[in-house]
C-alpha cells in the first residue's frame, strides 16, 4: 500500500511569499501531524488535524496554518515567509489520533532566500 | 512540558559489533510512549521501536533492543551486529497519552557503521 506522499519534494520561495505544502497520508489513516526540522531547534510539532480539525498545535506564530479535507490529506500554509522559515517539512499519518504508531514522508525541503 | 535529551551527537561503531544510543526524558505523566526512529540521508523517518511506558518488558524488534528505566526516565537503544545499513541520524522520541499523535523529539544521534 502507498506510503506517506507530500508534494512538493522541493521549493524555494523569497521573502514574504507565502507556500502551501501538501500531505497525503496512508489510506484510511485520519490523523495528520506536521514537524519542522532544522539544524538548529532540530524536530518540533506544527499541529495535528484529525477528521478535519486541529487537535493540537505546537508553539509556532499565526503565519503557519492548515487544514484537512474529507480525504483526510492535509495542507499547511505558511504566510510572509521569512529566512528562519527555510527547513525540511515533514508529514506523519495515523489510523487516529493517539495511535501508537506514525508513518512519516520524505518532507517538503523549504528554502526562503 | 515534555524534554527529550540525547547527550551522543555522533556515534561510531563497526560493523558487527553493538552500540548503544542514549536518551534520557522528562515527564511528569506516569502514562507515554516511546518510541527511536531512524532517519537515513533519505529523511525518510522510519520507526525503529516502541516501549510504552505500563510495560516492564523491553521491547525488542530483531537486531534492535531498548533498555527501559522509567525511574530513572532513562530509554537506551542497543544495535547488535549493526550493519552498514544502520548508519543513519537516530532520534529518541516521547508521547504523552493524552497528547494526540503529538511526538517530542531529541536532537538526534548521528550513527557511522564502519566497514
Known amino acids: 500500500k502507498a506510503g506517506v506522499t507530500q508534494t512538493p519534494r522541493y521549493l524555494i520561495k523569497t521573502r514574504g511569499q507565502q507556500v502551501t505544502l501538501s500531505c497525503s497520508p496512508i489510506?484510511?489513516?485520519?490523523?495528520v501531524s506536521w514537524y519542522q526540522q532544522t539544524p538548529g531547534q532540530g524536530l518540533q510539532f506544527l499541529f495535528e488535524?484529525?477528521?478535519?480539525?486541529?487537535?493540537n498545535k505546537g508553539n509556532f506564530p499565526g503565519r503557519f496554518s492548515g487544514r484537512q479535507f474529507s480525504n483526510s490529506r492535509s495542507e499547511m500554509n505558511v504566510s510572509t515567509l521569512e529566512l528562519g522559515d527555510s527547513a525540511l517539512y515533514l508529514c506523519?499519518?495515523?489510523?487516529?489520533?493517539?495511535?501508537?504508531?506514525?508513518?512519516f514522508g520524505q518532507g517538503t525541503r523549504l528554502t526562503v532566500v | 512540558a515534555q524534554t527529550v535529551t540525547q547527550s551522543q551527537p555522533e556515534m561510531s561503531v563497526q560493523e558487527a559489533e553493538t552500540v548503544t544510543l542514549s536518551c534520557t526524558y522528562d515527564?511528569?505523566?506516569?502514562?507515554?510512549?516511546l518510541f527511536w526512529y531512524k532517519q537515513p540521508p533519505s529523511r525518510q523517518m522510519i520507526l525503529v521501536i516502541r516501549?510504552?511506558?505500563?510495560?516492564?518488558q523491553n521491547a525488542t524488534e530483531n537486531r534492535f533492543s531498548v533498555n527501559f528505566q522509567k525511574a530513572a526516565k532513562s530509554f537506551s537503544l542497543k544495535i547488535s551486529d549493526s550493519q552498514l545499513g544502520d548508519a543513519a541520524m537516530y532520534f529518541c522520541?516521547?508521547?504523552?497519552?493524552?497528547?494526540?499523535?503529538?511526538?517530542?523529539f531529541g536532537e538526534g544521534t548521528q550513527l557511522t557503521v564502519n566497514p
Open positions: 506523519a499519518s495515523s489510523f487516529w489520533t493517539g495511535s501508537t504508531e506514525a508513518f
Open positions: 489510506s484510511g489513516h485520519r490523523s
Open positions: 488535524y484529525f477528521s478535519e480539525t486541529q487537535r
Open positions: 515527564t511528569s505523566e506516569s502514562d507515554y510512549y
Open positions: 516501549q510504552e511506558a505500563y510495560k516492564q
Open positions: 522520541a516521547y508521547r504523552g497519552v493524552g497528547s494526540g499523535s503529538r511526538l517530542t
